[in-house]
């Protein structure tokens, strides 16, 4: 398998392929050998991720170990892949053998030939008659195109299995390729696929709205491949590749919902997804791929009225999953260009207002697409490509690390503080929430419109914070939502810690400017309902660390900004209709989940079920006083408008098809007031039972329910909607009670008093005075 082009009869005649047979053996063998390294390593990471690690250590092990996990993956697929081409490479070559050894020895001789060591033909015509003669004569020629035939056939089998095994191999010498094959056949055919969608794309705008469409449909049936993919990129170049889709963009011309705008679509994505793929490569090709990519953003395509590279190439990464290096120091400089730019983002990136280079949809969490999205702003883009990559997006927000520790107290790198007062927040999230305008780039000639934020800096900031790619709830599967597991670290902490500090302590009326954002909030909260609580356990650490055990952290590290900055967190979210109904039904699943974890083994562990549901009164107390504030605020207080709104907000958020409980996660399908669902993450204490979580959901739920914006007459007090919520919690005590008290040892109590947690609940609804001190919602 040389695939060096002529190959001689002897050598096909005589083949040998007793090697080919052991390779075959030896790479099955490596394969099962690196299926069980494979999961051996997919546990260490998952270990590894859940581990208490801290210091220098979290930030040199975690990254190595997953790397390592991802590396025995690729190994796996690569040795399977190396496998089959030896597999297919061996039953071509011995089909050739068969066929020309077959013809050598018995079909020539019976039509009277003969075939020598050589592969000369002959045949004896001394004493034949015409017609024999013609007939042997005939014979001569056609065994001797047969045999040129299957000399063809090897050598052309011989090149493409040759370069098979090498796509397989990968151009990176010091790493594995997942590189999936079944054949030489398909191997060859995605070389074939990928050198001829090249020559078509070379034509750009001239393309027709069909062929856009066949060119959609190949590369999105390749776009896993990263043999087609790197050499999709590096063949056209990135000058090529922002060439060609700036070109296409511009000749389109008809609207949405229309066969072209659909094939336009789907070749951006398809693109999109195949260029992400190759940027996973560390080939010295793709490196100077990714920097030369960088290099032309700030450079016009196509002439001096045309995008800048940065719009086009962010255009491309609303799909995809994009390599983190080449995200960082892609968006390092996008940001860096955009900021130094005196004029403002829309001035800088909408000066073409009939430039269309987006044609897929972003949508706010659980609510209607954002139509009209041109894609001339290419931060939406880059976001976009963040929120498909948490690796990057964690490491994008992450603290800045060039503090100075005291004597008294060094944090590890990366990690931030939020009672430090000197604390300064990641600058990316700062300028993004805080100081950026966005807007909205559309079919409007007037010029863009300002947005309050656009629903990709959410999926950007919700993969940071939670280590989970965005948008992975398709309104159906909750099992494949859980499926993905914890994710969190000491990173994707120390941005939650950040957003919550930002959006709560140092800017708290920011998120009433910016609504928009309270469900993905909302959702990155909901997956630290474990640390939440802790938070909210004493106002001291001396007294949170009391609740270690009953609010346990499930990975390596744990959020803790403090009792009084998590409550202005919760506050301020809890003002958002959205936050309120899904913060509220979050800090529901997750009591449920630490009172069916606990094991009846005496009044200690009774003790701490009541501790967690003190604690979720406290929270749910904050939660619906923070939103009656604000609902009074809007409407006037105990208006018939501020009751209607309050009745229709009591039963905001019920669980779709009820609490759903997976490895370490329970979820929740929320209804978000929009045409889908959302989904929430909330973590789960070891050994909780679902069937019992099931059962404390259930019994916890009150009898109001969510009622439709023209039920204008239903009202609730704010009374009414205090006894709701103190209601739930009492409901979730009387059945932890009920569960437990036959198994519990002799000698336990069983606290039957509601006082108690009436004051819990109360005493969170006096935390909205202590907070945000006089400060009126809103304002």
Known sequence: MSGRGAIAFEEVLHLQLGKLEEAIGEWDTQVQRLESMKENAAGMARRTRSASWAGANADVTIPFVTE????????????????????????RLKHAKDR????????????????????????????????????????????????????????EDDAEIAQALRAAMGTDPDRFTAVEYTSVQQATLAREDADALMERMARGEELPDDELHDIALLLELHADDPAFAERIATGLGPQGVLDFWTDVSRSRDQPPGSSEWESAAALQTSLGQVLGTATQSDSAAMDAWERDMTALGDERVGG?????????????????????DFLLEYGDALLTFE???????????DSDPSLRLNFVESAFPGGEA??????????????????????ASTQFFAPPDDYAPTDTFERPPNRFDPADDNEQVNAHLDYLATDREWWLSNDHHGGPDPLNVHPAFGDALFAAATGREAGGFDGDDLDGFLATGDRRTADTAAVMSQVMHLYGSREPNLLAGQPEMAADLAAMTGLYMDDINYAMSGQTEGARAEN??????AYEDRLDNGFF???????VLGQEETGHGVLTQAQELYTAGVLAGIEPTGQEAYDGGVDAIRTSAEVRGLLDQSLVARIEHDFGEQSKEAERALAQSSGWAKAGGGALVGAGLGGLALVTGGTAAAAVAVPIAAGATPPLIGEFMNQSIDDFSRHEADDTEVR???????????????????TFDETIEESLPAGSTIDDSAADLHGAYRLGRDLISITHGPSTPGN
């Open 68 to 91: 390592q996990a991802d590396q025995f993956d690729a190994a796996h697929k690569q040795a399977r892949t190396l496998r089959e081409l030896c597999r297919d490479g061996h039953g």
């Open 100 to 155: 020309l050894t077959n013809l050598v020895e018995i079909e020539a001789p019976e039509l009277g030939v003969h075939v020598s060591a050589t592969g000369q033909v002959t045949s004896d015509l001394e004493g034949l008659d015409a017609e024999t003669r013609r007939a042997r004569q005939d014979a001569v020629v056609e065994v001797s195109g047969r045999i040129t035939d299957i000399l063809r056939t090897v050598a």
């Open 304 to 324: 001096p009225d045309g995008p800048y590279g940065f719009q086009t190439m962010s255009a491309l990464m609303h799909r995809g999953d994009y390599d983190t």
């Open 339 to 349: 900021r130094e730019d005196d004029r403002s983002p829309a001035q800088l990136w």
């Open 370 to 391: 954002l139509e009209g999205d041109w894609g001339r702003d290419p931060v939406v883009g880059f976001m976009q490509g963040l929120g498909h990559n948490p690796e």
């Open 548 to 553: 270690g055990q009953v609010f346990g952290s």
């Open 565 to 571: 900055n998590t409550a202005r967190f919760l506050n």
């Open 716 to 734: 609730m007090s704010r009374m009414e909607f205090y006894s709701a919520g103190e209601t739930a919690t009492t409901q979730l005590k009387e």
